[in-house]
């Protein structure tokens, strides 16, 4: 099993939702985070200058099998994807063991 995180633009959150339920990932955790970028410069709108150097994200957590891996994540590519700096990043890590709780299953068992 793999633990997809990935961090994206709030913007982009309501596409790669609906794509991830296309290829039916049907549960994941989300949070609002903030993160610190590359960009280090302000942006000013209607005269007022705001700071870009805090940036408002959201932050999901998947959990896959290992053959679903590949399509998970070049679909959160694809439609998290708007071509400009900021877009976000994923991250892939090893999952030792997952439970569900409520019937004690473990393994892929527990997670579908």
Same mark, same amino acid.
């Given at each position: 099993?793999?633990? !997809?995180?990935?961090?994206?633009?709030? &913007?982009?959150?309501?596409?790669?939702?609906?794509?991830?339920?296309? /290829?039916?990932?049907?549960? %994941?955790?989300?949070?609002?985070?903030?993160?610190?970028?590359?960009?280090?410069?302000?942006?000013?709108? =209607?005269? /007022?200058? $705001?700071? #870009? #150097?805090?940036?408002? =994200?959201?932050?999901? &957590? /998947?959990?896959? &099998?290992?053959? %679903?891996?590949? +399509? #998970?994540?070049?679909?959160?590519?694809?439609?998290?994807?708007?071509?400009?700096?900021?877009?976000? +990043?994923?991250?892939?890590?090893?999952?030792?063991?997952? $439970? =569900? !709780? =409520? #019937?004690?299953?473990?393994?892929?068992?527990? !997670?579908?």
């Amino acid at each position: 099993m793999k633990k !997809i995180e990935a961090i994206i633009r709030k &913007s982009k959150f309501d596409d790669v939702k609906e794509a991830l339920h296309k /290829i039916e990932v049907n549960f %994941f955790s989300y949070w609002d985070v903030t993160g610190v970028g590359n960009e280090k410069q302000g942006h000013v709108y =209607r005269g /007022i200058s $705001y700071s #870009t #150097t805090d940036i408002q =994200r959201r932050y999901l &957590s /998947i959990v896959v &099998s290992d053959d %679903f891996l590949e +399509k #998970t994540v070049d679909t959160i590519l694809e439609s998290a994807y708007s071509g400009n700096v900021g877009d976000g +990043k994923v991250f892939v890590s090893e999952v030792l063991e997952a $439970y =569900r !709780i =409520r #019937t004690k299953e473990k393994g892929l068992a527990g !997670i579908n």
